[in-house]
């Protein structure tokens, strides 16, 4: 049975710090990549990060590039981790953790081109 669980989200003024975690199970690194996707209200989804181990491609949105680092714990791999630095309050949205096949190139948004997708976590940051 695969589940990913997000924690970490919370409330923090701009230009603070929040590290999500995605708690992993069921799956491994090797065969699937994993990504970080927010959804704010009244905008659209939008993919922030992703990893996939087995060809070493790692995305970031433009939007967070050079404030926002993914890393997993490569001995256990049972945990994907989203260090979010500098935020600022449009980076408030729910982030959700989710896998797939994706190999290198713009990640999709579409919720369908997921395989597995764990329920989001919270993150606000007031100005």
């Known amino acids: 049975d695969v589940q990913l669980q997000a924690s970490g989200g919370g409330l923090v003024q701009a230009g603070g710090s929040l590290r999500l975690s995605c708690a992993v199970s069921?799956?491994?690194?090797?065969?699937?990549?994993m990504s970080w996707i927010r959804q704010a209200p009244g905008k659209e989804r939008e993919v922030v990060s992703c990893?996939?181990?087995?060809?070493?491609?790692?995305?970031y949105a433009d939007s967070v590039k050079g404030r926002f680092t993914i890393s997993s714990d490569s001995n256990t791999e049972n945990a994907v981790f989203l260090q979010m630095n500098s935020l600022k309050p449009e980076d408030t949205a729910v982030y959700y953790c989710?896998?797939?096949?994706?190999?290198?190139?713009?990640?999709?948004?579409?919720?369908?081109?997921?395989?597995?997708w764990g329920q989001g976590t919270q993150v606000t940051v007031s100005s």
């Open positions: 069921g799956i491994t690194f090797d065969d699937y990549a």
């Open positions: 990893m996939s181990k087995s060809d070493g491609s790692i995305y």
């Open positions: 989710a896998a797939n096949l994706w190999r290198g190139g713009t990640p999709s948004s579409y919720r369908e081109s997921y395989n597995y």
